[in-house]
Nanobody
Framework: EVQLQASGGGLVQAGGSLRLSCAAS????????IAWFRQAPGKEREGVSC????????YYRESVKGRFTMSSDNAKNTVYLQMNSLKFEDTAVYYC????WGWGLRPHEYDYWGQGTQVTVSS
């Protein structure tokens, strides 16, 4: 059974940093694409970053480029999202998601979702 467990969220001041983790079970990242999404209250879920397993390509949404870094540790079957220079508008519940074939920043591309972790940035 494919399962994802996101963790690492919390409360941080603007300009601060957090590192999110997404631990996977039931599959290996070698063959699945992984993405981070977020959803703020009253807003649609949006893609933050995605990693393509076939060649390691990582893509970021424009608003987080230069601030967020996605990485993976295949030995631990875990992906990370290092978030630096956090802004108030980064406040959201962050989710990791995976798909054997889908890739990109659109939610419908992904088949399996973790439970989400709350990130709150105080201004």
């Amino acid at each position: 059974e494919v399962q994802l467990q996101a963790s690492g969220g919390g409360l941080v001041q603007a300009g601060g940093s957090l590192r999110l983790s997404c631990a996977a079970s039931g599959f290996t990242f070698d063959n699945y694409n992984i993405a981070w999404f977020r959803q703020a209250p009253g807003k649609e879920r949006e893609g933050v970053s995605c990693l393509r397993s076939s060649d390691g390509t990582i893509y970021y949404r424009e608003s987080v480029k230069g601030r967020f870094t996605m990485s993976s540790d295949n030995a631990k079957n875990t992906v990370y999202l290092q978030m630096n220079s956090l802004k108030f508008e980064d406040t959201a519940v962050y989710y990791c998601a995976t798909s054997r074939w889908g890739w990109g920043l659109r939610p419908h591309e992904y088949d399996y979702w973790g439970q989400g972790t709350q990130v709150t940035v105080s201004s």
